[in-house]
């Protein structure tokens, strides 16, 4: 008597809901339609990005430092400044109105670098602590693997956050330069700022944000975070796409910039010591 096994492997991204709902239907009609006893359904899911543990931290971490980082300085400066009747005094030199906002954006840019070299100083303890706890134990290759961050995707994860440190700065100068005091700018900024990345957050938990798609979809498009975390993902994925990468890193730069000349106009008006 001749026995007849089909075996069926299906390989799912478990960062994909869409996969994942999919995977499930064809479970559910196979033991449906057929008998358990004849089917043996292996689901293997790839190590991908939105799978990883380390992956969702790194994410994290730079996500929160880089929104959170310029906001209480770029709003002294600024909106601060004009609220402590000191800016008068700094406009009277010497100097263009467009000096004055670069050497402020520089001082800005260097303050917030210290936060990067700290997050990086924060993944390679983490990476260590899973190293040292990990070694030893059952089956520890792919346990490290899957917890830890891999070091050669630091550079890369220190240059997205110094894109995102560049769009947050930029929308903080022009929302500091309208804001009436330091108070008004910290509350609008962190809400502009903490917000749409919190949300954006949340969706790439639940699944792949380049999947979403109608209106909702085209709007979490915009949002220049949302490419920081597609950037993030293709970095820490094993076979990242170069074009998509690049298109992350063409738009965050092409916000930044106009941003920054929203906020150079702003700050050159009249209305900014009023």
Same mark, same amino acid.
């Given at each position: 008597?001749?026995?007849?096994?089909?075996?069926?492997?299906?390989?799912?991204?478990?960062?994909?809901?869409?996969?994942?709902?999919?995977?499930?239907?064809?479970?559910?009609?196979?033991?449906?339609?057929?008998?358990?006893?004849?089917?043996?359904?292996?689901?293997?899911?790839?190590?991908?990005?939105?799978?990883?543990?380390?992956?969702?931290?790194?994410?994290?971490?730079?996500?929160?430092?880089?929104?959170?980082?310029?906001?209480?300085?770029?709003?002294?400066?600024?909106?601060?400044?004009?609220?402590?009747?000191?800016?008068?005094?700094?406009?009277?030199?010497?100097?263009?109105?467009?000096?004055?906002?670069?050497?402020?954006?520089?001082?800005?840019?260097?303050?917030?670098?210290?936060?990067?070299?700290?997050?990086?100083?924060?993944?390679?303890?983490?990476?260590?602590?899973?190293?040292?706890?990990?070694?030893?134990?059952?089956?520890?290759?792919?346990?490290?693997?899957?917890?830890?961050?891999?070091?050669?995707?630091?550079?890369?994860?220190?240059?997205?956050?110094?894109?995102?440190?560049?769009?947050?700065?930029?929308?903080?100068?022009?929302?500091?330069?309208?804001?009436?005091?330091?108070?008004? *700018?910290?509350? %609008? !900024?962190?809400?502009?700022? #903490?917000?749409? =990345?919190? &949300?954006?957050? $949340? +969706? /790439?938990?639940?699944?792949?944000?380049?999947?979403?798609?109608?209106?909702?979809?085209?709007?979490?498009?915009?949002?220049?975070?949302?490419?920081?975390?597609?950037?993030?993902?293709?970095?820490?994925?094993?076979?990242?796409?170069?074009? *998509?990468?690049? %298109? !992350?890193?063409?738009?965050? #730069?092409?916000? =930044?910039? &106009?941003?920054? $000349? +929203? /906020?150079?106009?702003?700050?050159?008006?009249?209305?900014?010591?009023?």
């Amino acid at each position: 008597m001749s026995s007849n096994v089909t075996t069926m492997i299906i390989y799912v991204n478990s960062g994909s809901f869409r996969a994942s709902a999919a995977f499930e239907r064809i479970k559910v009609y196979a033991q449906f339609w057929m008998r358990t006893t004849d089917l043996w359904v292996q689901q293997i899911s790839p190590p991908a990005a939105e799978a990883s543990y380390g992956h969702q931290l790194a994410i994290f971490l730079v996500m929160i430092t880089s929104v959170m980082a310029p906001s209480p300085y770029i709003s002294k400066s600024f909106a601060g400044e004009r609220e402590n009747h000191t800016l008068e005094a700094l406009l009277v030199v010497p100097m263009s109105r467009l000096r004055i906002l670069a050497a402020k954006l520089a001082a800005g840019l260097m303050l917030t670098m210290i936060y990067s070299t700290f997050t990086v100083v924060g993944i390679l303890s983490y990476n260590f602590l899973v190293n040292f706890r990990g070694s030893g134990s059952m089956n520890s290759a792919s346990q490290i693997g899957y917890f830890s961050v891999e070091v050669s995707t630091i550079p890369l994860i220190f240059f997205c956050q110094f894109l995102i440190l560049l769009c947050a700065i930029g929308i903080g100068v022009v929302i500091s330069t309208m804001a009436k005091d330091q108070a008004t *700018s910290e509350s %609008i !900024n962190n809400l502009v700022l #903490l917000v749409p =990345t919190m &949300v954006i957050g $949340i +969706l /790439g938990f639940a699944g792949s944000i380049s999947q979403l798609s109608g209106v909702f979809g085209f709007i979490v498009m915009l949002i220049p975070f949302t490419h920081a975390i597609m950037f993030l993902n293709g970095v820490l994925s094993p076979a990242p796409d170069p074009i *998509s990468l690049i %298109i !992350n890193i063409v738009y965050m #730069l092409g916000f =930044t910039i &106009v941003f920054l $000349i +929203l /906020g150079a106009k702003a700050f050159e008006r009249e209305a900014i010591i009023a």
